[in-house]
């Protein structure tokens, strides 16, 4: 299924986005590295939206056309937008202060929110080797976690786990929303084209963070950590914009599972392991090996289930 290999390839992309956003946020002011990742990533899909207001666009037609749309759509877009930029903002935070072998780990009980939230609002059915793979997951998910506190982390009173674990949950609801968004109508969605909800929600999104960043960063700026470049922080947007492209298309694809989707997405985790690994140096590596061999098995109950 095509979806399905779309949703493996957006989590290979997520994987490197944030290992890039790992290594951009080390000794560096989370602000302005947050802004800069909505600054690329809507230089990424304006070309996209300019091109496709000409009457006649060599766009249209094609899956990079954005169509014209009025208030009536673009407020819900305007909402994603605050959802997905507080989940950053959140993430951003905790990324900073915690190993990459932890954030992933919490990041990947996601899908278990995202499945909730649809098997309750969507309605959706998983067979018999779904449920062993979210199964599989699930479990896979909490032992890593539970290996993640031999690193001396705890998890009851370190309020950047907090930022991460309110930040999973927000881009649970952003998950769900997305399906809500993109759904037909005769599926109770709003039937939302992809391309307006993905390039607009960026542009937005661009607009809440320079706000944010001139009231309560820039004026600040010299009694905080301080700002500096580096080449990682545009591959953030790129890598992350890619990735995004990648799922919003399988979700918009007939038989598309957000539940699957979302959970096969979340092996990125598996990505940024190994960087974690190879270019971090994180600790505890051999424990948290055999749960990422959880984790594969369970993604491979979730692609022989949805055949």
Not at 168 to 190: C, H, Q
Request: aromatic share 16%; glycine share 8%; hydrophobic share 55%.
């Amino acid at each position: 299924m095509l979806w399905l290999g779309l949703a493996f390839l957006s989590a290979t992309l997520l994987g490197f986005y944030d290992v890039f956003k790992k290594q951009s946020l080390k000794e560096n002011a989370v602000i302005p590295v947050l802004f800069l990742n909505t600054l690329f990533s809507s230089l990424i899909f304006l070309p996209f939206i300019l091109l496709s207001l000409r009457e006649g666009s060599v766009l249209e037609g094609s899956i990079f056309y954005v169509p014209t749309a009025g208030w009536e759509v673009h407020k819900y877009v305007v909402l994603k937008s605050l959802i997905v930029l507080s989940s950053w903002v959140f993430g951003y935070f905790g990324m900073k202060h915690l190993p990459l072998t932890i954030v992933g780990p919490i990041n990947a009980t996601r899908p278990v929110m995202v499945l909730v939230g649809a098997l309750l609002v969507f309605g959706e059915r998983l067979n018999v080797y779904q449920w062993i793979g979210v199964l599989l997951a699930i479990f896979s998910f909490f032992m890593l976690s539970r290996s993640g506190r031999k690193e001396g982390i705890d998890f009851k009173h370190d309020k950047w786990i907090y930022f991460v674990v309110l930040a999973s949950m927000l881009g649970a609801v952003s998950g769900l929303y997305d399906k809500y968004l993109m759904a037909p109508t005769d599926e109770g969605g709003l039937g939302l084209d992809r391309m307006v909800v993905q390039s607009w929600y960026n542009i937005y999104q661009l607009g809440m963070m320079g706000t944010v960043m001139m009231l309560l960063w820039y004026p600040k700026r010299k009694s905080t950590t301080p700002f500096h470049w580096h080449w990682c922080i545009p591959l953030i947007s790129l890598f992350l914009s890619a990735a995004d492209f990648v799922y919003f298309y399988s979700l918009s694809l007939d038989g598309a599972l957000i539940s699957v989707v979302s959970m096969v997405r979340r092996g990125s985790v598996i990505v940024s392991f190994l960087c974690g690994a190879l270019f971090f140096r994180e600790k505890n590596l051999k424990s948290k090996a055999i749960d990422l061999l959880l984790v594969l098995l369970g993604m491979i109950f979730l692609y022989i289930g949805s055949r």
